[in-house]
């Protein structure tokens, strides 16, 4: 396939002769159903390119950069990965319908035009939740945890900031995720809360206070910055060369 402006860029990291490189470029055919893709299969030979690439095992697939299966603080590696199908059984690739999930959110977040988040307490529409039913007061606790922490709250943190309202922590996170202003797991935990996120992706940003973060995508990378008022370095991952990108942002006067 023939690079186009929209069109997702999917890389298959494998080691050589990985048995699972043909399955799991096969399940992308089925999931991608001739959706405009531009699919790579890239070979890694040693654990240094594995860590610059973020091979957690193989194959380990990205889509735009991004591995959708990564779980945090998983190491590079050039061992076999396993996942974890639907059914619960465990396969060296990724089903198709897991596929087809990663790739359904990975397009919407490009619908979504990845906007800089709202500032904590700075005025705003975008992503700004509304007041109503506690949600916004949430919203707020959870990217104060993230930018003090560099990860996301759990719910028993976000309880308080629920109760003022009479809710559970768990029922305004879901009427957030509903309002996709954030993003949950199967056990109600953040994945995502823009523009911070809690899965590998390949945008990691330095507070000046020390903490680490990672991003949804460049722009939010971008963004986090000037939204906590704070000077920063944002690291991102090239998806086509691989190659380390560093910019260095300085909070305004």
């Given at each position: 396939?023939?690079?186009?402006?929209?069109?997702?860029?999917?890389?298959?990291?494998?080691v050589?002769?990985?048995?699972?490189?043909?399955?799991?470029?096969?399940?992308l055919?089925?999931?991608?159903?001739?959706?405009?893709?531009?699919?790579?299969?890239?070979?890694?030979?040693?654990?240094?390119?594995?860590?610059?690439?973020?091979?957690?095992?193989?194959?380990?697939?990205?889509?735009?950069?991004?591995?959708?299966?990564?779980?945090?603080?998983?190491?590079?590696?050039?061992?076999?990965?396993?996942?974890?199908?639907?059914?619960?059984?465990?396969?060296?690739?990724?089903?198709?319908a897991?596929l087809?999930?990663?790739?359904?959110?990975?397009?919407?977040?490009?619908?979504?035009?990845?906007?800089?988040?709202?500032?904590?307490?700075?005025?705003?529409?975008?992503?700004?939740?509304?007041?109503?039913?506690?949600?916004?007061?949430?919203?707020?606790?959870?990217?104060?945890?993230?930018?003090?922490?560099?990860?996301?709250?759990?719910?028993?943190?976000?309880?308080?900031?629920?109760?003022?309202?009479?809710?559970?922590?768990?029922?305004?996170?879901?009427?957030?995720?509903?309002?996709?202003?954030l993003?949950?797991?199967?056990?109600?935990?953040?994945?995502?809360?823009?523009?911070?996120?809690?899965?590998?992706?390949?945008?990691?940003?330095?507070?000046?206070?020390?903490?680490?973060?990672?991003?949804?995508?460049?722009?939010?990378?971008?963004?986090?910055?000037?939204?906590?008022?704070?000077?920063?370095?944002?690291?991102?991952?090239?998806?086509?060369?691989?190659?380390?990108?560093?910019?260095?942002s300085?909070?305004?006067?």
């Amino acid at each position: 396939m023939s690079w186009e402006d929209d069109a997702m860029r999917i890389t298959v990291l494998t080691v050589p002769e990985c048995p699972n490189a043909h399955v799991v470029e096969g399940r992308l055919t089925r999931a991608l159903d001739g959706r405009a893709a531009d699919v790579e299969r890239v070979e890694v030979g040693d654990p240094e390119q594995a860590a610059r690439l973020g091979m957690t095992g193989s194959p380990t697939v990205l889509i735009d950069g991004v591995d959708p299966f990564g779980m945090p603080g998983t190491p590079a590696s050039l061992s076999c990965r396993l996942y974890r199908g639907p059914d619960g059984r465990v396969e060296g690739a990724p089903s198709v319908a897991d596929l087809r999930r990663a790739l359904a959110e990975a397009i919407a977040a490009v619908h979504r035009d990845c906007p800089p988040t709202d500032a904590v307490d700075r005025g705003g529409q975008g992503r700004l939740a509304p007041v109503a039913g506690g949600l916004r007061a949430v919203q707020q606790a959870v990217l104060r945890h993230f930018a003090a922490t560099g990860h996301s709250p759990s719910t028993k943190e976000l309880e308080p900031a629920a109760a003022a309202h009479g809710r559970t922590a768990a029922e305004v996170l879901a009427d957030l995720a509903a309002e996709d202003l954030l993003v949950l797991d199967d056990h109600v935990r953040i994945r995502a809360a823009y523009p911070f996120s809690t899965v590998p992706t390949a945008h990691r940003v330095r507070l000046a206070s020390g903490i680490e973060t990672l991003a949804m995508c460049a722009i939010d990378a971008l963004g986090i910055p000037d939204m906590l008022g704070v000077d920063a370095v944002i690291t991102s991952i090239d998806p086509v060369t691989g190659d380390t990108i560093t910019v260095t942002s300085s909070a305004a006067a």
